[in-house]
DNA sequence: CAGTGGTCTAGACCACGAG
DNA sequence: TCGTGGTCTAGACCACTGT
């Protein structure tokens, strides 16, 4: 075990330790298998052994390693499902190995109304963005989503290009970061038009997700409705329970 | 501000602390308040910057809190859904203000089989505990559950009271306990007699959830297939932007 | 019993936000 | 400029596991 690199700029030490990590629990290291003890772990990569638990601890949310107390620190079976991350449509494909696409069917400004303006927390009248798109994978329709944003994170001027991630593109625009998002998942049949959009029979079974995204501040950012096809796609997430709570 | 009491027996601190500012947070605080400082909090708690920390972090996680770097920690907005976390389908239906029941269909003791054998990570011909309810919220059909427990975990003898969380009781009577859980959901339409049992019309739609509960050393405790009506039921979740990570 | 992870302390310096 | 949260250190003691 060689000692971690220099630190570069500006990234954290408890982030190298991270990545180097996980290169030796993708490759090397089968299931069960026990890891260096966190002293030796502090010792072997120069940092404090409190660097080394919340490196742990992390890895430990995500299902990587489990940790038993008096015994040690092992690597987890692999799991089908990763734990429930905020990824976008495209991020979300191309970790189930399909090829992510889209395709515009509308997009315009458009007062908010009181559905909408009430989301994102704005007035009714104010302008939105409104993006409607089918959403590919492997060229095939997956999901038919209706995005709106507020107009003032949008500039007039801006293009915006389908396939890129919008979160990418305003994250590298204007200071947007989504970090948060609510969603609401319902069960639903596809009405004909839907149907014809997604290449699927009438009265297919579908998800029905709302969404609203939020920066770090709390402020809205992101309201979305979107219908999956339910021949397609499946939620796979794993839940935790955390430590100890106040009764139940 | 009054000092945390005197630590009780086995509760660490940060437990300590956790329930106080929850306390707070529920109760004479309203979204965008901003807490007292982290150097704050340690001096009248009486603990290190560390532990309020610690405790901070899982707020936050939790959608409790927000934290801006050179302001301060404020109070998050309430939000519609919790963050995902692990629960029984009785502890469920409390946070929604249902009352939840069981009525037993089936129980039987059966080989497991090549599916549940393998989910389970046992012998095919091992013995498994098979329970088929109809869980109910405020009396009426919510979910018919099918869920497989390896025989060893379940003594002959004994007795399962439907309506307590089946997690309750087995980590009441042995050491099992549930801290993690793999889930598939998909939708599809119920067959008649599935329709039926839940009394809805045939070819309804609904939730089809599979799921795999691990204990703490990733051994597979429970196997359950469930389908949830798609007229009462839906998934609320709160999902997390992680901080860095390895390009996607 | 020795060794492990779990909790905690009392500092330190840095990066960012606001006045 | 000053205060905030973000990161990190070098220790300490406890609770639990396994021999």
Same mark, same amino acid.
């Given at each position: 075990m060689t000692a971690i690199e220099a630190q570069q700029r500006g990234v954290p030490k408890s982030e190298l330790l991270r990545r180097h990590l996980l290169e030796m629990l993708n490759s090397g290291m089968v299931p069960h298998d026990k890891l260096s003890t966190e002293r030796e772990l502090a010792g072997a990569f120069s940092v404090s052994r409190l660097t080394v638990r919340r490196v742990l601890d992390r890895l430990e949310r995500e299902g990587r390693v489990y940790r038993i107390q008096g015994a040690g620190t092992f690597v987890s079976e692999p799991r089908i499902a990763k734990s429930v991350e905020l990824t976008s449509f495209s991020e979300d494909m191309r970790s189930r190995g399909l090829v992510p696409g889209s395709l515009f069917v509308e997009i315009e400004r458009i007062p908010a109304g009181a559905e909408v303006g009430y989301a994102l927390g704005i007035s009714p009248a104010a302008t939105v963005v409104h993006i409607r798109r089918v959403r590919t994978a492997d060229a095939e329709p997956m999901c038919l989503e209706n995005c709106y944003l507020p107009?003032?994170?949008? *500039?007039?001027d801006m293009v915006l290009a *389908?396939?890129?991630s919008l979160y990418a593109q305003l994250s590298g625009s204007y200071n947007v970061h989504l970090t948060r998002a609510d969603q609401t998942i319902r069960v639903t049949v596809l009405s004909p038009a839907d149907a014809d959009a997604l290449h699927v029979p009438p009265l297919s079974p579908a998800f029905r997700v709302e969404r609203i995204g939020y920066d770090a501040r709390g402020q809205a950012i992101e309201q979305a409705q979107s219908l999956y096809r339910g021949d397609r796609y499946s939620y796979e997430l794993t839940i935790l329970r955390e430590a100890i709570t106040t009764a139940p």
């Amino acid at each position: 075990m060689t000692a971690i690199e220099a630190q570069q700029r500006g990234v954290p030490k408890s982030e190298l330790l991270r990545r180097h990590l996980l290169e030796m629990l993708n490759s090397g290291m089968v299931p069960h298998d026990k890891l260096s003890t966190e002293r030796e772990l502090a010792g072997a990569f120069s940092v404090s052994r409190l660097t080394v638990r919340r490196v742990l601890d992390r890895l430990e949310r995500e299902g990587r390693v489990y940790r038993i107390q008096g015994a040690g620190t092992f690597v987890s079976e692999p799991r089908i499902a990763k734990s429930v991350e905020l990824t976008s449509f495209s991020e979300d494909m191309r970790s189930r190995g399909l090829v992510p696409g889209s395709l515009f069917v509308e997009i315009e400004r458009i007062p908010a109304g009181a559905e909408v303006g009430y989301a994102l927390g704005i007035s009714p009248a104010a302008t939105v963005v409104h993006i409607r798109r089918v959403r590919t994978a492997d060229a095939e329709p997956m999901c038919l989503e209706n995005c709106y944003l507020p107009g003032h994170l949008v *500039p007039e001027d801006m293009v915006l290009a *389908p396939n890129d991630s919008l979160y990418a593109q305003l994250s590298g625009s204007y200071n947007v970061h989504l970090t948060r998002a609510d969603q609401t998942i319902r069960v639903t049949v596809l009405s004909p038009a839907d149907a014809d959009a997604l290449h699927v029979p009438p009265l297919s079974p579908a998800f029905r997700v709302e969404r609203i995204g939020y920066d770090a501040r709390g402020q809205a950012i992101e309201q979305a409705q979107s219908l999956y096809r339910g021949d397609r796609y499946s939620y796979e997430l794993t839940i935790l329970r955390e430590a100890i709570t106040t009764a139940p």
